[in-house]
């Protein structure tokens, strides 16, 4: 019997309401997503995906329609409980890598395991293992402005990693970054997806797109296409990710 979809969009609409005008940014969106799976979610400006991601992030509610995640229907949970559930099952990574720019590495990652109030020795064993995981417990110490760009984004990839959250929700992660410092990140990526974790990743970029094994392109708050097929192998590339730092 196959497993239930982890992410699973039932005929989910998004309208906004600007006074007396109506912003339908997403209509009748029925999508699921498995555990492990690798998805792109790819469109112009204005299709949707944003939004799309949002309510896969637990950043909204839709208007109408259900949003089950791991079989639990988010829109009848209550703030603090999506707030839990966010710091439970969901890691975000974001195209400005967001780090606070005085603040070791390691201190950086150790973020969410602060706000949840985990002991000290606990939180730092596990960001080390976080940053291990993406490449870079040797540069534990240094400061966002002491590492590359691709440096900081698995930086930024670790912190998101270190809750251990069943989904990774990336929003054009490689829109700072070279192309080759790019295609490492991907390679990070597939083996996250390898490793059991669902990455769902928004990109423009249909060079990057071809790295997941799951493309789904949206259109004027719409789905139109959703393809399942081979992914581009990416090769992963030396921790230093080929830049100079500043």
């Not at 949002?54 to 009848?76: A, Q």
Request: contains cysteine; proline residues 5%.
């Amino acid at each position: 019997m196959d497993a239930p979809p982890l992410l699973q969009l039932e005929d989910v609409s998004k309208v906004y309401r600007m006074g007396d005008v109506e912003l339908h940014a997403l209509r009748g969106v029925r999508l699921a997503i498995g555990r492990g799976e690798f998805t792109a979610i790819m469109g112009a400006s204005g299709s949707g995906k944003s939004t799309l991601m949002n309510l896969l992030g637990c950043l909204d509610r839709p208007t109408s329609g259900r949003y089950l995640l791991d079989g639990e229907e988010v829109s009848r949970l209550s703030g603090d409980q999506l707030a839990a559930l966010r710091n439970r099952t969901l890691g975000f990574v974001f195209q400005n890598f967001n780090l606070l720019s005085r603040t070791s590495a390691l201190e950086n990652v150790e973020l969410p395991l602060l706000y949840a109030g985990t002991p000290a020795a606990a939180r730092r064993a596990r960001a080390r293992e976080a940053l291990a995981r993406v490449g870079l417990d040797d540069r534990r110490d240094h400061h966002p402005n002491q590492m590359s760009g691709g440096q900081q984004q698995r930086v930024a990839i670790a912190r998101a990693l270190v809750n251990r959250p069943r989904v990774l929700l990336a929003d054009e992660p490689t829109g700072n970054l070279d192309s080759r410092t790019s295609v490492g990140v991907m390679a990070l990526f597939q083996e996250l997806g390898a490793s059991g974790i669902t990455v769902v990743l928004v990109t423009h970029e249909p060079d990057i797109a071809e790295y997941a094994a799951r493309v789904v392109v949206m259109r004027d708050g719409r789905i139109r296409a959703d393809e399942r097929r081979a992914p581009r192998r990416a090769e992963a590339s030396p921790p230093d990710d080929g830049e100079v730092g500043p």
